[in-house]
């Protein structure tokens, strides 16, 4: 059986599926989403599903596609799809299977534009849900009155006016959420908008409502969903289901959505008062440093660094018994104290203790590879800040992050160049190194010695903001480590920084 509406009384309640009722489909639309990827599905959507299956919120999601492809998939099943939750909560095992029912529609923008902006007519509609990728939240020179317009800034444009002149001006405002992964991106969002509306020669009482009537959140989104498990483990999943899902998508139990925004925002998103993952507060910062530094900035740290100690997924490396020591004390010695914001240190040692079982699910497999992705610019951002503090703080070199840096100076070592791409090697295999300084390194690397590579790369104030060469004994312990990796391995390096900063265990 294919999952849709005609099979769900067909389904055993007893196997423990959450299964949606038949009065969940007569809902009203109340969000706009652009986006269908995976991550809209299983965090935003599934709030507002398990928010209706409780009988709050009470409204349905009309998605606007704008990628390449059809929308066959929701239409072949009714616009369902399951959600199967794996992960670790405090060392046990959950499992999870959630028939989602929150999307009503699926509209693709290039071919059904008119039935989106239909949409700006309905009183109902009050939330606009995006993630279009960071890319997506750029200015553009797109027209208003395009059909559509390119960008998702010009289509959300569009759908504002239209909403403005079919209501004249007189409220229906919307709370308007982006979930790409940019700092303040409800704040950078709202001011490409209005920038779109003035070079559109606007009227400005347009202007006035789009400022007055309407609220940009900023927001920040954390839950890993690798999406369509492989093969295999599809079929296996579909059998024990019962029915067979095209848009299944696998998703870890942690769950994070924190929204900026007021007690109307709170009255607005009420599918909040269900789950206490959606944090609806004035100010994020907090939860934006504890994930941007203990979670992408540890996995910052560690991707080439467990990469070269042979490491392919992240699982593999954190229940290592030494390298998830390694680890360990990163997190909790290092990173911890180094946040530039202020955090009592116990929210921090849960967050990090949370994190770190993140880390081992044994149902996610997130590639290292992937994680090194623009290394550099993830380096310079989420981590420079860290060790710059540390050494602030401590008047000392952090040990861990150096020999992490040194993991990640060695991984940028390039051995090949081909059609432009550039090749590392690992015990005797080429990997890709996607970076845009690649260029950079392979060059350094080609004329330099080691040493001179490490001060090089360390007084380089263009590509870190900061003279990392003035960190006392920073360039030094580097030069040591990256020496003692290139004449043994990284896995030893590692090793003996585990042993020499035991006291955190």
């Known amino acids: 059986m294919q999952l849709n509406k005609n099979i769900l009384n067909s389904l055993s309640p007893e196997s423990g599926l959450s299964v949606p009722e038949p009065s969940i ?10 986006g269908t990827g995976v991550l809209l599905r299983a965090l935003p959507d599934y709030f507002i599903d398990k928010a209706n299956k409780q009988g709050l919120f009470n409204g349905r999601v009309v998605v606007v596609k704008s990628t390449p492809g059809t929308a066959d998939a929701f239409a072949k ?15 046990d095992v959950t499992k999870e299977d959630i028939i989602n029912a929150s999307i009503s529609r699926v509209l693709h923008a290039d071919t059904e534009w008119s039935k989106v902006l239909e949409c700006a007519g309905n009183p109902n509609m009050q939330v606009v849900i995006s993630n279009t990728t960071e890319v997506g939240i750029q200015f553009s020179e797109d027209k208003v009155h395009d059909l559509p317009p390119a960008s998702f800034p010009g289509k959300l444009l569009s759908f504002l006016y239209k909403r403005f002149k079919y209501f004249e001006g007189n409220g229906h405002g919307m709370i308007i959420i982006p979930t790409e992964l940019i700092s303040d991106n409800g704040d950078m969002l709202k001011e490409i908008v209005a920038r779109m509306a003035r070079e559109n020669a606007l009227e400005k009482e347009f202007l006035s409502w789009l400022e007055e009537e309407n609220v940009f959140c900023n927001s920040l989104v954390d839950r890993i969903v690798p999406g369509k498990p492989h093969p295999a483990e599809w079929q296996q999943l579909c059998s024990e289901l019962g029915y067979t899902d095209e848009l299944l998508t696998m998703s870890e139990v942690f769950r994070l959505w924190a929204i900026q ?4 925002v709170k009255k607005v ?32 740290f560690n991707c080439g660094t467990a990469f070269l100690c042979g490491f392919d997924i992240s699982r593999e490396a954190i229940t290592h018994p030494v390298y998830g020591k390694f680890t360990k004390g990163l997190m909790h010695a290092e990173i911890a104290p180094s946040i530039p914001y202020a955090i009592d240190e116990q929210t921090k040692r849960q967050f990090a203790d949370n994190t770190f079982e993140r880390f081992c699910n044994p149902f996610i497999n997130h590639q290292w590879q992937s994680v090194a992705t623009q290394y550099t610019s993830k380096m310079k951002m989420r981590n420079v800040p860290l060790l710059v503090r540390y050494v602030e703080l401590h ?11 040194a993991a990640y100076l060695l991984y940028m070592r390039s051995v090949k160049v081909e059609n432009g791409k550039y090749y590392g090697l690992r015990n005797g295999t080429e990997y890709e190194i996607s970076d845009n300084h690649a260029d950079y390194f392979h060059h350094l690397w080609k004329q330099q010695m080691p040493e001179q590579v490490v001060e090089q790369v ?34 030893e390096v590692v090793t003996d920084t585990v042993n020499a900063n035991v006291s955190i265990l």
């Not at 489909?25 to 652009?34: A, M, T, W």
Request: hydrophobic share 40%.
């Open 25 to 34: 489909f007569e809902l009203p639309e109340k969000v706009l989403q652009f």
């Open 77 to 91: 099943q009714d616009n369902l799809y399951t959600i199967c939750v794996r992960g670790l909560e405090q060392g």
């Open 261 to 264: 925004g007021d007690d109307r």
């Open 269 to 300: 998103l009420s599918f909040h008062e269900t789950d206490d993952a959606v944090k609806i507060e004035p100010d994020i910062t907090l939860f934006k440093e504890l994930k941007l530094r203990l979670l992408n900035g540890t996995h910052t």
């Open 395 to 405: 008047a000392a070199v952090p040990e861990r992050m150096a020999t992490a840096f």
């Open 458 to 491: 360390t007084s380089n104030v263009a590509l870190w903001g900061v003279d990392l060469h003035q960190l006392p004994d920073f360039t030094k312990t580097v030069v040591e480590k990256l020496s003692d990796m290139l004449e043994r391995s990284v896995m």
